[in-house]
């Protein structure tokens, strides 16, 4: 599983993941003040291994919580959370080479992996035609254009190719940096369409926006082989797969033939069931093991990890408090080294925050997570409505010192 980056935003919280982890009570206040120090948290680590960390830490000026009875191996694993400056991560990192045992070494090169992912800032993502586009410079905006009768928001629907066209100008127009066209309501409960309908939808827009706009960055929003290859033959430059490659094989080998680039997503469950008691013992431990497996699947089906972008599935099998855990922290995914999508928009969690059951009322709740995203350096927003989400991120960026 790799290792995640976990900023705490508050004691309160720092003490809730001491508490989950079976740490000693009396450690909290010492633990409190390490509150802003680089924090990763590794599970499922052996307590011997567990004890090793602490004590190699410990040694280096940093400093590791374990669970309480790690010391006398009163369980037979702990989970681990290394406090320490990459400095001192790093030369932790070259003393585990010397320990090959109790799974310190593959430790060690989750640690090596993580230390690294943590220092990439900018990706240049590869694109049909050896076009690329460069991501983490500043917040880019996606522009939805859903080619559905029934996207949960009604405004967002489209009839024809023609009608996406003039909406996919209008956005281009207002700053959208990628248009995202999709086939198939993945809504909480939406019935599944076949391939060909979604080809039939989708594929000529796709065309007809490739010829207007040649340069234009074209993501087809689909889980299917057969649809994605279809519009890549078309123009489309990035494949949006909501089922993070769980629900068609064939996709990522698909994907890399064509040249393109994956938005990988996290999903538990599919959407018909998904928002059926979602449930998650550790919800960033979870969702980052599933990118790094997925990942993995990717590059073995000849798509290497620099076409891939990574969304952790914001309301795809997930409560309303799991969803704001993610908004806290999107951090936890900065070890993996990879850019990082969020699609929040007017969808349901925002409502059930501001009780807003109308989508069409939620575009200041949206401007929010956007403007959230920005700050924190999120590469990629998807949104319905992009005039406005285009001027909240260059507010953020312009904060942040971002040249535009």
């Known amino acids: 599983m790799p290792l995640v980056q976990i900023r705490f935003v508050d004691e309160r919280e720092l003490s809730g993941a001491l508490e989950a982890l079976g740490a000693d009570p009396r450690c909290h206040g010492f633990f409190h003040r390490k509150r802003e120090t680089l924090c990763l948290q590794c599970l499922h680590v052996d307590t011997r291994a567990a004890n090793a960390l602490k004590q190699e830490l410990l040694a280096r000026g940093g400093d590791a919580a374990v669970h309480a009875h790690a010391i006398d191996r009163g369980v037979g694993e702990s989970s681990v959370l290394l406090f320490g400056t990459l400095s001192q991560l790093r030369s932790l990192e070259d003393k585990l080479a010397a320990m090959p045992y109790w799974g310190l070494d593959a430790l060690r090169r989750k640690l090596a992996e993580a230390l690294s992912g943590l220092g990439r800032h900018r990706w240049s993502l590869p694109l049909p035609g050896g076009r690329t586009l460069p991501l983490g410079d500043r917040t880019r905006i996606m522009g939805i254009l859903n080619l559905t009768p029934d996207s949960f928001h009604q405004e967002s629907r489209l009839d024809s190719p023609d009608s996406c066209l003039a909406r996919g100008e209008a956005m281009l127009a207002q700053g959208a940096d990628v248009l995202d066209l999709g086939g198939e309501s993945t ?46 033959e078309e123009g489309a430059d990035l494949i949006n797969d909501i089922s993070g490659l769980t629900f068609d094989p064939d996709l990522a080998s698909t994907v890399a033939r064509g040249g393109a680039s994956l938005v990988l997503m996290h999903i538990q469950g599919v959407p018909r069931t998904m928002q059926q008691a979602p449930h998650y013992e550790n919800l960033l431990g979870e969702v980052a093991a599933f990118f790094g497996e997925q990942m993995a699947r990717a590059a073995q089906a000849g798509l290497e990890p620099e076409r891939v972008v990574l969304d952790p599935g914001f309301g795809f099998g997930k409560t309303a408090e799991h969803n704001l855990e993610l908004l806290r922290h999107l951090e936890a995914f900065r070890p993996l080294g990879r850019p990082l999508l969020v699609g929040a928009s007017r969808k349901s969690t925002l409502g059930t925050v501001l009780g807003q059951p109308d989508p ?21 927003v998807r949104v319905h409505d992009v005039a406005e989400n285009v001027r909240a991120a260059r507010m953020v960026d312009a904060v942040r010192g971002v040249e535009r």
Request: charged content about 25%; some cysteine.
């Open 360 to 380: 069409a009322d939620r575009l200041e709740a949206t401007l929010a997570v956007t403007s959230l995203c920005a700050w924190q350096g999120v590469s990629l």
């Open 187 to 232: 809504r909480p409960g939406a019935a599944a369409v076949d391939p060909e309908e979604e080809i039939r939808r989708v594929a000529p827009a796709v065309r007809a926006l490739r010829s207007r706009f040649p340069e234009a960055v074209l993501s087809v929003d689909t889980t299917k082989a057969s649809v994605a290859r279809a519009c890549l």
